[in-house]
């Protein structure tokens, strides 16, 4: 059954299903059939599965649900068709992951308004202590940070470098992001009056980046900060 969905073999998994052949296999990973359609974003296997009884919310050997994978693919219809047949918007992986997590980080638009509709935060942290915004943030995609940022994706003072947008994408390079987050106004400065993505663009010599934030920064710049990026190789 595993092969007959990943090659889209869609006779084959009909036979199969209708002969109750191969519904609770698994791969080494955990993967079931369900969750094998949702990470080939296949809507009619999907509700084959579900209308076999297959449990909406089984999960792999890493906790993720068949709405995480949905989700990382940005499969649009297969995330509607899951929350209809009662999967869990707010699902939790082993790491603290929801689906809204892998959708921002994929910057999947279409499936973080379908996950607002379900009422689940923009603001979840996982384990880690990343929210959405710094899963965007983190992986440069601009698009579902301006979206996130428009529908309350923002933490009202961020703290630490998990929690700083800014600073995940200064880490990251992604000057696109850095811009887009200039912007719309996040401050260059954390509110202790440090500012790690001034740190961390003079840390990694990123002498376009340092120059682009130090434009938006304060002048002057507090004297600790002063000093700590003087030694730095930007």
Same mark, same amino acid.
């Given at each position: ?15 199969? +299903? /209708?002969?109750?052949?191969?519904? %609770? ?7 079931? #059939? ?21 449990? &909406?919310?089984? +999960? ?25 047949? !009662?999967?869990? *918007? ?5 790491? $603290? ?12 638009? !279409? ?17 880690? $202590?990343?929210?959405?915004? $710094?899963? /965007? ?8 940070? &301006? ?8 933490? *009202? ?9 800014? %600073? ?10 850095? =811009? ?6 996040? #401050?260059?400065? =954390?509110? =202790? ?14 002498? $376009? ?5 130090? /434009? %938006?920064?304060?002048? *002057? ?7 700590? &990026? /003087?030694?730095?190789?930007?």
């Amino acid at each position: 059954l595993h092969a007959a969905i990943r090659e889209g073999n869609t006779p084959v998994v009909r036979n199969l +299903v /209708a002969a109750k052949q191969g519904l %609770a296999e698994k791969d080494i990973h955990g993967v079931t #059939p369900l969750l094998a359609a949702a990470e080939e974003a296949d809507p009619p296997t999907l509700a084959l599965l579900l209308d076999a009884g297959i449990p &909406v919310n089984q +999960v792999d050997n890493r906790g993720r649900a068949a709405m995480h994978f949905a989700a990382r693919r940005g499969a649009i219809a297969a995330v509607r068709l899951l929350l209809a047949k !009662g999967a869990n *918007p707010a699902a939790k992986d082993l790491m $603290g992951r929801q689906p809204v997590h892998l959708a921002a980080g994929g910057g999947h638009v !279409g499936v973080l308004e379908l996950l607002a509709g379900a009422k689940v935060s923009m603001l979840a942290n996982d384990a880690l $202590g990343l929210n959405p915004l $710094g899963h /965007a943030a983190s992986y440069g995609q601009t698009e579902a940070l &301006v979206w996130l940022l428009d529908h309350g994706g923002k933490s *009202p003072e961020p703290a630490g470098i998990m929690a700083n947008p800014l %600073a995940l994408a200064s880490l990251a390079n992604h000057l696109d992001t850095v =811009d887009v987050l200039l912007a719309r106004g996040l #401050p260059v400065m =954390d509110a =202790d009056g440090d500012s790690l993505a001034l740190r961390l663009a003079a840390t990694y010599g990123r002498a $376009g980046l340092f120059r682009k934030l130090l /434009a %938006a920064a304060p002048d *002057p710049l507090p004297d600790s900060l002063l000093r700590a &990026v /003087a030694t730095s190789p930007t």
